[in-house]
């Protein structure tokens, strides 16, 4: 049976408080845990993209000079056929 505010004794507010208050205090410290699992995450996951925009920058420049050699090659190229 809850007792509403009113009709609790001043020892059932005081208890009713320390309870609510150990119990905001454990919420608090699961909250900063979990905000630095995210600054984590987001720390690697921009690493991760970082790279990953890097390696395609790369990939480009391959693919030009790739490009740009075939050409520039002076020589016919054979084609081989596939028959097997």
């Known amino acids: 049976m809850t007792k509403t505010w009113d009709s609790m004794t001043y020892n059932e507010k005081i208890e009713t408080l320390r309870r609510e208050m150990a119990r905001f205090r454990t919420i608090s ?4 845990n979990l905000q630095a699992k995210i600054s984590v995450m987001i720390s690697d996951f921009g690493e991760t993209w970082n790279a990953m925009r890097d390696t ?29």
Request: glycine letters at 10%; hydrophobic letters at 30%; aromatic letters at 10%.
């Open 56 to 84: 395609r920058s790369e990939l480009d420049k391959v693919k030009k000079d790739v490009g740009t050699l075939k050409a520039l090659w002076p020589y016919p190229q054979k084609k081989y056929s596939k028959a097997g």
């Open 29 to 32: 410290g699961e909250m900063v």
